[in-house]
T-cell receptor, first 112, second 114 residues
C-alpha cells in the first residue's frame, strides 16, 4: 500500500537553527507532493508543493523542499527557524484525483 | 469567500448517539473530502466526493456515512458513535481534478465520544 513516512516525530530547535524534516513515500508512479503546516489551534495551510519541473521548490515563510525521485524523498528545509515556526508539519502525497495520503506529522518546537 | 466552514467546532457525544458534522464551501469546488486527525497518525481520509451525487470511501470509512446533494455541502454522519471515533475532523475541498491543486481545509471539529 502507498504510504508516507516522516522520520522525525518531535523536533526541538533554538531560534536561528537550521531545520530539515524528512519525508519519504512509497509509490513508483507519478506523484504530487505537498507540505502542510498546522499552527497551534489552527487548520492546515499549504507551505509548498511540487508537481513538475525544478525539484527544488520554494514556499512561504522561507521554507523550501527538494524532491529527489531516486530516493522517493521530499524533505523540508529552512535555513533559520523562528519561534513563530512552532507548529506541526505534514508531508502529503497525491496519487489520484484529490486523494491525499499524509505522513504522521512532525511537531516542531522552537525555543526563543 | 468564507472558504471551507465546519460546524460545530466542539462536540461531546455519548456512545451510541448519532450526529452530523457539517461542512460547506463557497468556492464552487468539485472535490470535497473528510479526514480525521489522531496523534501520531497524521490525517486519514474517511470519505470523499468528486462532485454532487458522487461519493466514495477513503482509508477509514467504517462508522461514517456521507452524502453530496449539492456542490457546496458535504456532511459527515456518525451513525452510532464509539469512543474510537474521538478525534479531530477536517473537511477539505479542491478545485477540479488536477492532482497538483491545493486542498483547502476547514477549521476542524473536535469530537469526544464518552
Amino acid at each position: 500500500a502507498q504510504s508516507v513516512s516522516q522520520h522525525n516525530h518531535h523536533v526541538i530547535l533554538s531560534e536561528a537553527a537550521s531545520l530539515e524534516l524528512g519525508c519519504n513515500y512509497s509509490y513508483g508512479g507519478t506523484v504530487n507532493l505537498f507540505w502542510y503546516v498546522q499552527y497551534p489551534g489552527q487548520h492546515l495551510q499549504l507551505l509548498l508543493k511540487y508537481f513538475s519541473g525544478d525539484p527544488l521548490v520554494k514556499g512561504i515563510k522561507g521554507f523550501e523542499a527538494e524532491f529527489i525521485k531516486s530516493k522517493f524523498s521530499f524533505n523540508l528545509r529552512k535555513p533559520s527557524v523562528q519561534w513563530s515556526d512552532t507548529a506541526e508539519y505534514f508531508c502529503a502525497v497525491n496519487l489520484n484525483t484529490g486523494k491525499l495520503i499524509f505522513g504522521q506529522g512532525t511537531t516542531l518546537q522552537v525555543k526563543p | 469567500n468564507a472558504g471551507v466552514t465546519q460546524t460545530p467546532k466542539f462536540q461531546v457525544l455519548k456512545t451510541g448517539q448519532s450526529m452530523t458534522l457539517q461542512c460547506a464551501q463557497d468556492m464552487n469546488h468539485e472535490y470535497m473530502s473528510w479526514y480525521r486527525q489522531d496523534p501520531g497518525m497524521g490525517l486519514r481520509l474517511i470519505h470523499y466526493s468528486v462532485g454532487a451525487g458522487i461519493t466514495d470511501q477513503g482509508e477509514v470509512p467504517n462508522g461514517y456515512n456521507v452524502s453530496r446533494s449539492t456542490t457546496e455541502d458535504f456532511p459527515l454522519r456518525l451513525l452510532s458513535a464509539a469512543p474510537s471515533q474521538t478525534s479531530v475532523y477536517f473537511c477539505a475541498s479542491l478545485k477540479g481534478s488536477a492532482r497538483h491543486n491545493e486542498q483547502f481545509f476547514g477549521p476542524g471539529t473536535r469530537l469526544t465520544v464518552l
